[in-house]
């Protein structure tokens, strides 16, 4: 299991690091920093393929401690630029942001058509 979520992580790391919305929520040396953290997990698993749980677990440690910071603050960035620009994590925000905008419409529309009445 040790070696699954170190794999995992280090897939994830990586993969974010490679992708256009990640890399624009992060500073050039972040993002090296995340690539670099990821690779170097792959590889180690690579040369250590008979390595025990203490040493998977000492290196997912290590995999978190350089890259967890950096990942956790680019995808919450990411999750509020989707938020706010309609991407699909966001669809709870928008589907309350629209009933109260709803809300409004109607209740600006009630308003404009008594206003037009008013003036025939």
């Known amino acids: 299991q040790a070696r ?3 794999e995992q992580l280090a897939s994830e790391y990586k993969g974010k690091a490679s992708s256009d ?3 624009a929520a992060m500073t050039e040396e972040e993002n090296k920093i995340l690539e670099d953290t990821g690779a170097d997990g792959l590889k180690w698993m690579e040369d250590n393929v008979d390595a025990g749980k203490e040493e998977i677990d000492a290196k997912l440690d290590d995999i978190r401690g350089r890259g967890q910071e950096i990942y956790e603050r680019a995808k919450k960035e990411v999750d509020a630029k ?3 620009g309609g991407g ?3 669809s709870e925000v928008e589907e309350g942001a ?3 905008e709803d ?3 109607e209740d600006s529309s009630a308003g404009a058509t008594d206003d037009e009445n008013d003036e025939f």
Request: charged fraction near 40%; glycine fraction near 0%.
């Open 98 to 100: 629209t009933a109260e």
């Open 88 to 90: 699909d994590d966001a």
């Open 21 to 23: 919305e990640y890399k």
């Open 103 to 105: 809300k409004i419409a």
């Open 82 to 84: 989707k938020a706010a």
């Open 4 to 6: 699954t979520q170190l």
